[in-house]
């Protein structure tokens, strides 16, 4: 006799189980609160239960990347849309847009799957009409008042037309007075939505299949003083301010090693482009096989250089580092193209074995919440000889006039740009790294 594969589903505390059998009576539903709190997986299972039977054909499942989208929405951790739908759904593509076709009660459906956090973004969802909107970090999501170019708005306009349009929205805090609250969530819940709105907070110790043990842990990885502790584990909206990197600030010598405290698979320059008030800096990041980093080496240079004294400058600065480490790629501001070229050509003329291309730039608070997490769980280190590394860590500072946003402040007064060239230099293993402490992909 066969046998066939089922999800193995934990226990559901009482406020879980309340929300997901409200929720289809309500035309939204917003789950906002800590990471591990369970709200995307709420989410997923009304999505589905919605989607049997729905009168619409297309839907919408969005995220800030289309990567994001299908790894909270599509797996999720084994809860998502392609485990609900075992054996009755396969990945495709629908006019190029990546999509899950679902063979439901109601027939096929077919759900779009998209990234929200550019300003561009809107362009992939134009041209149908949507059933059901569900996002994940809808705050990530790009908006705007131009309800033509603004990604929450235009998903928002592509359900008119729907036979029983539905929306799901979760996220982590943010900042109380971020827009996502004070022009959508906060506003419906004072002034009621057509439909009915449903809005409920989660914490991490909601989710009855987290153990104490396994609580502890996670919290072990935060600094309790800072903001992501306070968002991610409290789950409050919380301002940004004070120092970024407290836990560096407070005790530097936890963090300040002479050499790499285990050996290194490799190791990756990243570069940062001066002009006006920055300076040109490179920063190599070495990676250990058990995902600890350390920042190796460092450059920075005030003063303006013409290209050719930069290439220069950059040619010794990696023949430097290949002498020591393994270093094969080097990651740099992609807004100055005709440098990079010139990096490029002089590494050439040297027959140096270096790939000189494009750092990702993923969003800057991405790349603080990713040192931040290495720090608090005993990952990052700084060698002593990165003085200048050392300086930015210690002295980096929100944007305390940036009410509504996350910033870290850029005004010429502290040094952002060996943070930069830090993080493109280790911003591609971000996802790895995560994965590693066991905080990737947070639901």
Not at 33 to 50: E, L, N, P, V
Not at 249 to 268: H, K, N
Not at 303 to 309: C, F, G, S, T, V
Not at 404 to 409: F, I
Request: hydrophobic share 40%; proline share 3%.
């Amino acid at each position: 006799m066969g046998r066939t594969a089922t999800i193995p589903w934990g226990r559901f505390s009482e406020k879980h189980r309340a929300y997901i059998k409200a929720a289809l009576k309500h035309r939204m539903c917003v789950a906002e609160g800590a990471i591990r709190s369970g709200k995307t997986i709420d989410h997923c299972i009304i999505a589905a239960a919605y989607l049997e039977d729905a009168p619409d054909r297309f839907h919408l499942a969005s995220g800030s990347t289309i990567a994001n989208a299908k790894l909270n929405i599509g797996v999720c951790n084994g809860f998502g849309l392609e485990n609900l739908f075992r054996g009755r759904c396969r990945w495709g593509r629908y006019r190029d847009n990546e999509a899950l076709f679902i063979d439901a009660r109601a027939g096929e459906k077919i759900v779009i799957f998209a990234g929200g956090g550019r300003a561009d973004s809107y362009r992939h969802i134009l041209g149908n009409s949507y059933g059901l909107w569900i996002a994940t970090e809808i705050n990530e999501h790009y908006d705007c008042p131009d309800s033509r170019t603004s990604f929450v708005k235009v998903a928002s306009g592509r359900q008119i037309a729907a036979a029983r349009p539905f929306t799901l929205w979760d996220l982590n805090p943010c900042g109380p007075k971020a827009p996502i609250y004070e022009d959508y969530i906060d506003r419906y819940r004072r002034e009621g939505l057509a439909g009915g709105y449903l809005y409920e907070h989660f914490t991490i110790r909601d989710n009855a299949t987290v153990t104490p043990e396994r609580i502890a842990e996670i919290e072990s990885r935060y600094d309790v003083n800072s903001v992501w502790y306070r968002r991610d584990i409290l789950g409050e909206r919380a301002v940004a301010e004070g120092l970024v990197y407290r836990q560096f600030a407070d005790d530097p010598d936890r963090f300040i090693v002479d050499e790499p405290p285990e050996p290194l698979r490799y190791a990756v320059i990243g570069v940062d482009f001066g002009g006006g008030t920055s300076a040109h800096a490179f920063c190599c990041v070495g990676v250990t096989a058990s995902g600890a980093v350390a920042v190796l080496d460092e450059y920075r240079e005030k003063r303006a250089l013409d290209p050719n004294a930069l290439a220069e400058a950059f040619v010794d600065f990696a023949r430097r580092c290949q002498g020591r480490w393994l270093v094969a790629d080097a990651w740099c501001d992609s807004a100055e193209q005709t440098l990079i070229n010139g990096l490029r050509a002089a590494c050439g003329a040297q027959r140096m074995a270096l790939n000189v291309g494009n750092a990702l730039k993923r969003p800057i608070n991405d790349r603080i919440r990713a040192v931040c997490g290495l720090m608090g769980a005993g990952r990052f280190f700084v060698c002593r000889r990165c003085s200048e590394t050392i300086d930015a860590l210690r002295c980096a500072v929100w944007d305390g006039s940036r009410a509504t946003q996350d910033v870290r402040l850029d005004d010429g007064s502290t040094n952002i740009d060996s943070l930069d060239a830090m993080e493109y230099a280790l911003e591609r293993d971000i996802p790895m790294l995560t994965e590693m402490m066991g905080m990737g992909n947070q639901i």
